[in-house]
């Protein structure tokens, strides 16, 4: 049975305000907080609270607030919960929202936890969500659900049930405003979210295992493709890939090259957080898809080029961050298209250059920010590929080893 509260707003004395991206870090003021280092802040202080409860109208009603309250670690840490998400990570139709909120919480019943947090992931946008179970003076329980949205800093949108089998979809969440609901129309409805829970300091996080096979299957979609690129989950991209073969090469296609709304393709943000199964799997299915004859071979060779919307190759980032696995995979996945003359000279050395827009080449960033394995590694792979294109080491290592305006 429902309660006779409908889902509504937390309580607040002040108007709705945005104030994403709109202070610094106190530590770095060169720095804007946004959405991602908000929504980790509200998860985290849900979960330091004894009752799961987050003071908005103190810490996120003003610029002064948030930046007293949100530290600059918070953004290490949204990228180290990208790289290493938590047990029970899943991506999912945003539909079955509430069928997901069900499982968290018969977890929770089952091992006495009161309250949770989990961060939502959605194109290139992030949310929170709480959970809390609270009995009554009766001793009636009522399951809590509040999700926040940084672009409505200071508030939160709330339902009540009393059952854990109540609640619906996220869009239900989404406020009503104009923006909001068209964002939610793109992007949320029919679309796919990333869930990735967060538990109270001393409850394991093995109180999730085995969730992810009571999971709905996520949507065969772009948004997918790209949630389950950006967080490694590597057996739902395994299932994604097995679904292709059936779909037509259009919408194949539209998946395989998903981008989120800023630009960002799947495969880029897969080597930015350095999911190398991830990318280890999705080159070798792209490859056989081309073997196949189900997708055109164009398209393998545009997914080589993987750049951000800024033009940053995904090779560069691995060798500024030092992800020398991905190198080797990456570079391994060039041998098959050149022996095929799929990629002629000229593109292939672009790619093996790595330069961003100043014109630095990643093998130059490997160098400054001292990532031996990545360099050995390149260098080892470069010399297969100069004897295939018959080049001397000297026009095969320049354009790798230039700086921006020939300094280095």
Not at 362 to 374: I, Q, S, V
Request: net charge positive.
């Amino acid at each position: 049975m429902k309660l006779s509260k409908k889902i509504h707003r937390e309580k607040t004395i002040h108007p709705t305000v945005n104030l994403n991206g709109s202070a610094c870090f106190l530590q770095s003021p060169s720095d804007a907080i946004f959405c991602r280092h908000l929504s980790l802040q509200y998860a985290l202080d849900s979960l330091r609270n004894g009752k799961g409860k987050v003071n908005l109208i103190k810490h996120y009603s003003s610029v002064e607030s948030i930046q007293q309250h949100v530290p600059l670690v918070r953004d290490a840490e949204f990228r180290a919960l990208l790289r290493h998400p938590p047990a029970g990570s899943r991506v999912i139709a945003s539909k079955d929202f509430g069928f997901a909120l069900d499982i968290f919480f018969c977890r929770m019943m089952a091992n006495n936890v009161s309250h949770m947090s989990a961060i939502l992931y959605i194109d290139n946008h992030t949310l929170s969500v709480r959970l809390r179970i609270k009995q009554s003076v009766y001793g009636q329980l009522n399951y809590v659900v509040s999700v926040y949205d940084p672009n409505d800093t200071n508030v939160a949108v709330r339902d009540t049930h009393r059952t854990a089998r109540g609640f619906l979809s996220l869009d239900k969440f989404i406020s009503s405003g104009p923006d909001a609901q068209t964002w939610a129309d793109r992007y949320v409805r029919n679309c796919a979210i990333a869930i990735l829970p967060l538990l109270p300091v001393g409850v394991p996080g093995a109180i999730f295992a085995g969730i992810a096979s009571r999971m709905p299957f996520a949507p065969i979609h772009p948004s997918a493709m790209l949630l389950i690129m950006a967080t490694g989950q590597t057996q739902q991209l395994i299932t994604l890939f097995k679904q292709l073969p059936i779909l037509p090469e259009k919408e194949i296609i539209e998946i395989i090259t998903a981008q989120n709304s800023v630009g960002t393709p799947a495969l880029f943000l897969a080597m930015m957080n350095r999911h190398t199964d991830n990318v280890k799997i999705f080159m070798q299915e792209i490859q056989s898809l081309v073997d196949n004859h189900i997708i055109h071979e164009d398209n393998l060779v545009k997914l080589l080029q993987t750049k951000s919307a800024n033009e940053t190759p995904g090779l560069y980032i691995s060798m500024l961050y030092g992800f020398d696995e991905i190198i080797d995979i990456f570079l391994n996945a060039l041998t098959t298209p050149i022996a095929q003359e799929l990629l002629n000279k000229k593109l292939a050395m672009s790619i093996l250059a790595m330069k961003i827009h100043d014109g630095e080449p990643g093998l130059y960033a490997a160098m400054e920010n001292n990532h031996p394995l990545c360099v050995t590694r390149f260098l080892s792979k470069i010399n297969g590929i100069a004897f295939k294109y018959k080049l001397s080491k000297a026009s095969t290592w320049n354009p790798c080893f230039i700086h921006r305006h020939e300094q280095g």
